[in-house]
Nanobody, 126 residues
C-alpha cells in the first residue's frame, strides 16, 4: 500500500526554521515527482515546491530563496527546509507524489498528483 507520512511541523517564531519530512512506504520515491503543498485556514491549497525524479527543484514565488527541497533516495524521504519563516507561512503542509512526467508550469498544480499524505501543521507566531 502506497503511503506518504509528513512530519516535522510545529510552532516556530518568525524568522525561525523548520525541516519537514515526507517519508514514503509501499513504493520507491526515486521515480516519482514529489510536491509540497500547503493550506491555510479559509484558503485554497497552494503548491509550494516540487522535486522531480531527476532532482530538478521548483518553488513558488512566495517561498523562493527561503525554502529548499531535497530528496534522500536511500531513506525514501523528501525534505523541505524552511528558513526565515513568516506568519503567512502558517498552514497545514502536505506532500504528494506522482509518477507522471510534468511540464515545469504544472509541477505545483495539485491535480497533477495522485498520492497524498495527511499533512503536518506549521504555525509561525511570536
Amino acid at each position: 500500500q502506497l503511503q506518504l507520512v509528513e512530519s516535522g511541523g510545529g510552532l516556530v517564531q518568525p524568522g525561525g526554521s523548520l525541516r519537514l519530512s515526507c517519508a514514503a512506504s509501499g513504493f520507491t520515491l526515486d521515480y516519482y515527482a514529489i510536491g509540497w503543498f500547503r493550506q491555510a485556514p479559509g484558503k485554497e491549497r497552494e503548491g509550494v515546491s516540487c522535486i522531480s525524479s531527476s532532482g530538478s527543484a521548483y518553488y513558488s514565488d512566495s517561498v523562493k530563496g527561503r525554502f529548499t527541497i531535497s530528496r534522500d533516495n536511500a531513506k525514501n524521504t523528501v525534505y523541505l527546509q524552511m528558513n526565515s519563516l513568516k506568519p503567512e507561512d502558517t498552514a497545514v503542509y502536505f506532500c504528494a507524489a506522482d509518477y507522471r512526467s510534468k511540464s515545469p508550469d504544472a509541477v505545483l498544480q495539485e491535480d497533477e498528483y495522485d498520492y497524498w499524505g495527511q499533512g503536518t501543521q506549521v504555525t509561525v507566531s511570536s
